[in-house]
Each structure stands twice: as structure tokens, then as C-alpha cells.
């Protein structure tokens, strides 16, 4: 399977290609250095293993939730390669990219979303190690967070962002919490292989990020009412 994936929904932006067994990556940090780094780095990729885009199983990204801008990209970048290829595109979820990372049964993954708020969303990984959703990807405030019964491990952002609430929260039901994870590109690529594998891919044109937030600034005032900062 060849997969050639990009994960720019935090600052810690990357992308790889899954070619066989092997899996080749590239780390971008800095938001401000995605729309420069990405179509570079994927052409550095494909060069290094002599693969061409038509050898290509599917384009995956990560499509979120996260920075608004950085999904635009990853999406744009990823049709765009599709289209040209006529190739299928994996919309792959970036917290179940962050799930998987921590291979635990139960996991609960959580990034800032800036403005006072947190994405979040809770897994149980299956039998073949895949983390499933339970329920959509959710935004709220820190305090709004709404654990499901029982032990959860965690990982993600929002727990070095927002380490009292949380802790408030999870009413000490975390077996474990590791906030410097966040979502890369290897995750999405295997999670997109799984899709390809599956039927799960959808045409270029079909794909798109998940906002989950619909606003990308709040007032003064609305963050103070939310408990953020001024």
C-alpha cells in the first residue's frame, strides 16, 4: 500500500509516505512554515523512493479538528494531488490520528483549540488495534469537558494548556496523560491505509476539513465569559 500523507492541524505539522512496509516522514514546525514546507517535503518523499503519484493507493490528510488555516491546506494540497492522479482521498479524523499514537483500550484525546476552548473526543481501540470514535469530535470549554464512565488514558495539548480544569474534570479517572503528543502524519497515513483497504475513500471534490467550531475569533468579552484571557 502507498499512502501519501499531510497533517497540518497543529503547529507541529508534518507529512510522510507509506510505501510498502516502509514509512518516510518529515517534521514542519511552525504554522507559519506549513504552506511553504508541504508540497516540497512531499516531493522530497516521493523522490527518495523513486515513487511516482500514479503509484499512489489514495492521498490521506488530517483533517482536523484544528487550525483552520492548517486544514485548508492539507485539504487543498490533498485534492489537488488526487485530482491530478485520479486518485481517492482519506479524510482522516486528527484526534483518532492522536489516539493511536497512544495504543491504549481506552483513550482520550484533547487539543487546544485556542479561545478558551478545547477539541476532544474519546476512542476504544478494537481488536486490530484501531482506535474507534465514540461520538463525534466535540469543542467546549475546559470546564464543559463530559467524560464518559470509566479509565480513560489521555493524551494531547489541551492537558498542558489546561492542566487544573481537566484535572477537574476526569475526577482523577486518567491512568495516564501525555500532553506533548499531537497529531502526525504517520497516524494519518495508516489510518488512511485502512481506508483505502476498506473502500473508505472518497473523491477529491467529496473532501473536506472538520471544523467542528464555526467561529475563528471570539470578543473580549466572549472569551472572558468563557473563562479565557482578554
Known amino acids: 500500500m502507498n499512502i501519501l500523507s499531510i497533517e497540518t492541524a ?12 516502509e514509512l518516510l516522514v518529515r ?4 504554522a507559519a512554515n506549513h504552506s511553504e514546507a508541504v508540497l516540497r517535503d512531499l516531493r522530497e518523499l516521493l523522490a527518495e523512493t523513486g515513487l511516482a503519484v500514479a503509484r499512489l493507493d489514495a ?4 483533517a482536523g479538528p ?25 479524510v482522516v ?9 497512544v495504543g491504549a483500550p ?37 470546564l464543559d469537558l463530559e467524560l464518559p464512565p470509566g479509565e480513560w488514558s489521555a493524551a494531547g495539548s489541551a492537558f498542558r494548556a489546561w492542566p487544573e480544569e481537566l484535572e477537574a474534570r476526569t475526577a482523577g479517572r486518567l491512568v495516564a496523560c501525555q500532553p506533548d503528543l499531537h497529531p502526525r502524519a504517520e497516524e494519518i497515513a495508516r489510518l488512511g491505509a485502512i481506508q483505502a483497504r476498506e473502500g473508505g475513500l472518497v473523491a477529491p471534490e467529496q473532501a473536506a476539513p472538520l ?20
Open 10 to 21: 497543529t503547529e507541529h505539522g508534518s507529512v510522510a509516505l507509506l510505501h510498502g512496509d
Open 106 to 142: 481506552r483513550v482520550l484525546a484533547a487539543t487546544d483549540a485556542r479561545m478558551g476552548e478545547i477539541y476532544w473526543a474519546s476512542f476504544v481501540t478494537d481488536t486490530e488495534g484501531v482506535p474507534q470514535p465514540q461520538g463525534m469530535p466535540r469543542c467546549c470549554a475546559p
Open 93 to 101: 479524523g486528527s484526534l483518532q490520528a492522536l489516539a493511536l499514537q
Open 211 to 230: 471544523y467542528v467550531r464555526d467561529k475563528v475569533a471570539f470578543t473580549t468579552a466572549e472569551r472572558l465569559a468563557r473563562g479565557g484571557r482578554a
Open 66 to 90: 484544528g487550525a483552520f488555516t492548517g486544514l485548508r491546506l492539507a485539504c487543498g494540497v490533498a485534492q489537488g494531488i488526487a485530482l491530478a492522479a485520479d486518485l481517492g482521498v482519506a
Open 59 to 62: 492521498v490521506a490528510f488530517g
Open 27 to 30: 517534521r514542519i514546525q511552525g
